[in-house]
């Protein structure tokens, strides 16, 4: 089982690519292989262009991936109201697999995580990412996972997750999709 995460800032430390990363962890201790592809990765990765058919080997190993996700995750923080810009860009650029068999995330689970410095943008944010992930045929995990930066801290000095509430919502999240992976799909 492959599962791949996108997501994070370019901000050296950046919270919600580590929470994506925990998420992948959990599912590596349940025998899935994973994938990160954090900031500095999307920031390779030209605009998108939906008249331009040439890729770079950022671009194409990004697609190959997700192509062959069992399931994926996507981490966001909240800019300005919503989705980033850089992870945004991952997504549309996923318009490569919108002729495939099984077209862009259809029939897999996707958990969904939020870093955001208030509670608005953490809970609109979620709900756009919902919204994204319904739209391209796949199946948000029922746990998604809303940090507040500045109220919680999620990670202690060593990096391990350091709040209960966060690791009990990691730990269902990499449950959720481990279970929701149809084989065959
Ligand atoms: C350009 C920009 C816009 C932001 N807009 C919001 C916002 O609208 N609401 C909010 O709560 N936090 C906002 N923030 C704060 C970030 O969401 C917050 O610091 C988040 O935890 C950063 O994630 P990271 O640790 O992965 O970099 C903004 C930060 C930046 C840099």
Known sequence: MRVVGIGGTLRA??????????????CEVRGASVRMFDGPHL????????????????????VEAVRT???????????????????????DLLEDLRGDARPYFDGRPVG?????????AGGVTLAALRG???AMRGWPT??????????????????????TGISAAVEAMADQLMQGVRPGA
Do not use: T
């Open 13 to 26: 430390g950046s919270s919600s690519e580590r929470l994506g990363r925990a998420v992948l962890a959990a």
């Open 43 to 62: 920031a390779q990765l030209p605009h998108f262009d939906p008249a331009m058919p040439d890729r770079s080997p950022a671009e194409a190993e990004l």
């Open 69 to 91: 996700a069992d399931a994926l995750v996507i981490a966001s923080p909240g800019y300005h109201g919503g989705v980033s810009g850089l992870v945004k860009n991952a997504i």
């Open 112 to 120: 969904l995580i939020v870093s955001a410095a208030g509670w608005q």
């Open 132 to 134: 994204i992930v319904h």
């Open 142 to 163: 029922p746990i998604g996972l809303a940090v507040n930066s500045i109220e919680q801290k999620p990670f202690d000095a060593e990096g391990n997750l350091a709040e």
